[in-house]
C-alpha cells in the first residue's frame, strides 16, 4: 500500500517538475528522487516476506473455547463445528 502511494507521489512529482522550474535541486529531486524512493518501496515490499516461523507459530494457536460468539455475543450452538444462533456466523476448517 505505501509503495502504490510512494508511486503516486512519484509520477506526480515528475509531471510537476515539468510544469514549474521553481528551482533546479527541486525538480531534479522530483524527477529522481521520488522515483527512486518508490523503487526502493517497492524492492522492500516485494522482499520482505513473512517467515517459516511465523507458519509454525499459528500452527500452535488454540481455537477459541468460548460458549458466546466473538461477533454478537450470542449463543454458539455446537454441532460439527459451530454457528451462532443470532448472527449465523459458522466456524469452518482451513486446510
Same mark, same amino acid.
Given at each position: 500500500?505505501?509503495?502504490?502511494?510512494?508511486?503516486?507521489? @512519484?509520477?506526480?512529482?515528475? &509531471? @510537476? /517538475?515539468?510544469?514549474?522550474?521553481? $528551482?533546479? &535541486?527541486?525538480?531534479?529531486?522530483? %524527477? =529522481?528522487?521520488?522515483? +527512486?524512493?518508490?523503487?526502493? @518501496?517497492?524492492?522492500? +515490499?516485494? /522482499?520482505?516476506?513473512?517467515?517459516?516461523?511465523? %507458519?509454525?507459530? =499459528?500452527? !500452535?494457536? $488454540?481455537?477459541?473455547?468460548?460458549? +458466546?460468539?466473538?461477533?454478537? $455475543?450470542?449463543? =454458539? &450452538?455446537?454441532?460439527?463445528?459451530?454457528?451462532? $444462533?443470532?448472527?449465523? +456466523?459458522? %466456524?469452518? !476448517?482451513?486446510?
Amino acid at each position: 500500500m505505501i509503495a502504490l502511494l510512494v508511486g503516486f507521489f @512519484a509520477i506526480a512529482g515528475v &509531471i @510537476a /517538475s515539468f510544469e514549474k522550474q521553481d $528551482s533546479d &535541486i527541486i525538480v531534479w529531486l522530483m %524527477r =529522481l528522487g521520488f522515483p +527512486a524512493l518508490f523503487i526502493a @518501496a517497492l524492492w522492500f +515490499a516485494l /522482499s520482505n516476506k513473512p517467515g517459516r516461523a511465523i %507458519r509454525e507459530r =499459528l500452527k !500452535e494457536v $488454540s481455537p477459541d473455547q468460548d460458549t +458466546a460468539c466473538a461477533l454478537c $455475543s450470542g449463543a =454458539l &450452538i455446537l454441532d460439527h463445528g459451530w454457528r451462532c $444462533s443470532e448472527c449465523g +456466523a459458522e %466456524r469452518v !476448517e482451513v486446510n
